[in-house]
């Protein structure tokens, strides 16, 4: 494989290899054609009993966790290309999506090289870049507030033209966009988005993290398909309910997918991880259940904290923003309902201090449950 030019990736990646030393049983098995029962080559406990945690978490665990998993994921990623309308040669599964945005700065970003993002947004992507010596843009949201006369001009969203032009002005070598983004959960449209990654110069990639794509209001009908220098990173966590088992998957062109496994740790999926994704895309009516129940959830938290005055705005995921109008007033909010043992997000980002960030769960409905945020809305209607 020769040096692309432009180049998108480091440099030696496009030489042959490295080559995964160990591939796994799983694809050896595929490769001969048969079953190999006897396995006495991996040095696995494979005779470890499991009395205790076959007994306090059932056999089916204990059985999973005796052997390294597939390392291709070969059945759920079958699973996902049939789910998603794609071809499986488009999709790589890792540790969730975080593992999935590390691996693709370690595969795009050397140190000294800039990485664009936006001021506030979540913020795992800088903490990866700044780790590997990248130097972080951000840009700052494109924010407007509502008025007395226009309720609906209330945004805050991803500036996709600022993100461009930091993009083109200091060479970057990815951009990173979360949509439905968090903390704000807007969503850009699919159109808009395409729009942003064919304007990008040829040697910078778009990290596109869609970890809410599936409370998207159009997520039934949205469009899948690889985009050209592009990563698609979806998750388990959410939909799916698995964000302790670590588990998401990237939608890419297969060259891109070669250059990445080059540097991808081969075993960091584990066994019950690929088993229980596998188990739920078998099962979809399950997830999707969970989703229409958690954007019900949503809504009915919304009109509640509309109806007192509060200013949330548009949702297209699985938690509301709720900006307020200091960043001192939602920094004790924050504090004060913590003290109480209720749990928010408010943006350690300073310009995001004012943004407070509530999962939407049947729980946070519960009459009083809020209550320092109801007070704080009713502060701010009546100051």
Request: hydrophobic share 45%; with cysteine; proline share 5%.
């Amino acid at each position: 494989m020769t040096t692309a030019s432009p180049r998108r990736f480091l440099a030696h990646l496009y030489q042959d290899g490295p080559h995964n030393p160990f591939p796994g049983i799983k694809a050896l098995e595929r490769r001969l054609g048969h079953a190999l029962p006897y396995q006495y080559g991996s040095n696995e406990g494979l005779d470890m009993p499991h009395h205790t945690l076959g007994g306090a978490l059932g056999t089916a665990l204990a059985d999973l966790s005796r052997s390294y998993a597939d390392a291709d994921a070969w059945q759920l990623r079958q699973q996902l290309a049939e789910r998603l309308g794609v071809a499986y040669e488009n999709l790589l599964v890792d540790a969730g999506a975080d593992s999935l945005l590390a691996l693709v700065m370690r595969a795009t970003v050397c140190a000294g090289e800039c990485v664009i993002t936006s001021a506030g947004t979540y913020p795992t992507l800088a903490y990866f870049a700044r780790g590997l010596g990248a130097e972080v843009i951000e840009v700052p949201y494109d924010e407007s507030f509502a008025t007395a006369d226009d309720t609906s001009s209330s945004r805050l969203a991803p500036d996709l033209a600022a993100l461009l032009a930091a993009a083109r002005q200091h060479d970057a070598r990815v951009v990173y966009l979360a949509n439905p983004d968090n903390p704000s959960s807007h969503l850009h449209s699919d159109a808009d988005v395409r729009a942003l990654c064919d304007a990008l110069p040829e040697n910078c990639s778009l990290l596109l993290d869609e970890a809410y794509h599936d409370f998207r209001p159009d997520a039934a009908h949205a469009d899948h398909a690889p985009m050209a220098r592009t990563f698609r990173l979806r998750t388990f966590s959410k939909a799916y309910g698995l964000a302790g088992l670590r588990l998401g998957f990237m939608i890419a062109a297969p060259e891109d997918i070669a250059l990445l496994r080059k540097v991808r740790i081969h075993y960091a999926v584990s066994a019950p991880a690929l088993a229980a994704g596998e188990l739920l895309l078998s099962h979809p009516e399950e997830a999707a259940a969970h989703v229409v129940g958690v954007i019900d959830c949503r809504d009915r938290l919304a009109e509640h904290l509309r109806s007192l005055g509060a200013e949330v705005l548009p949702s297209a995921t699985n938690f509301l923003c709720v900006r307020l109008k200091s960043a001192e007033l939602a920094a004790q909010v924050q504090q004060q309902l913590m003290a109480q043992g209720v749990l928010i997000t408010r943006s350690p980002h300073p310009s995001l201090g004012h943004i407070l960030r509530i999962s939407t769960l049947e729980d946070s409905l519960v009459p009083g449950r809020l209550a320092r945020l109801e007070q704080a809305i009713a502060e701010e209607r009546h100051s």
